[in-house]
Nanobody, 121 residues
């Protein structure tokens, strides 16, 4: 069974930075495409970034967020800089078998429990 555990969320001021981490159990981490999604209160879950061999970002985080992975540590990261109050949400890590990068939440099989990110103005 694949388990994902996120960490690194918290409260930060407008313009600040946070780094989220997601550790994935299992022996085939390198074969997964990994994604970060977020969900704000009253809104649908939305795509933030994903990585397989290369990263891909939604336009509203491009240039501010960086997704990376360390296959030796079974970990994917999301470095978030220049945070804005509208980035406030629960951030979820997700894994997709087969390695092809996708941006739809329904294409991901495994999910973490989420970590809260709050950006104050």
């Amino acid at each position: 069974q694949v388990q994902l555990v996120e960490s690194g969320g918290g409260l930060v001021q407008d313009g600040g930075s946070l780094r989220l981490s997601c550790v994935v159990s299992g022996r085939t981490f390198s074969s997964y495409a990994m994604g970060w999604f977020r969900q704000a209160p009253g809104k649908d879950r939305e795509f933030v970034a994903a990585i397989s061999l290369r990263p891909y970002y939604d336009d509203f985080v491009k240039g501010r967020f960086t997704i990376s992975r360390d296959n030796a540590k079974n970990t994917v990261y999301l470095q978030m800089n220049s945070l804005k109050p509208e980035d406030t949400a629960v951030y979820y890590c997700a894994a997709r078998g087969g390695g092809l990068l996708r941006i739809a939440a329904n294409d991901y099989e495994y999910w973490g429990q989420g970590t809260q990110v709050t950006v104050s103005s």
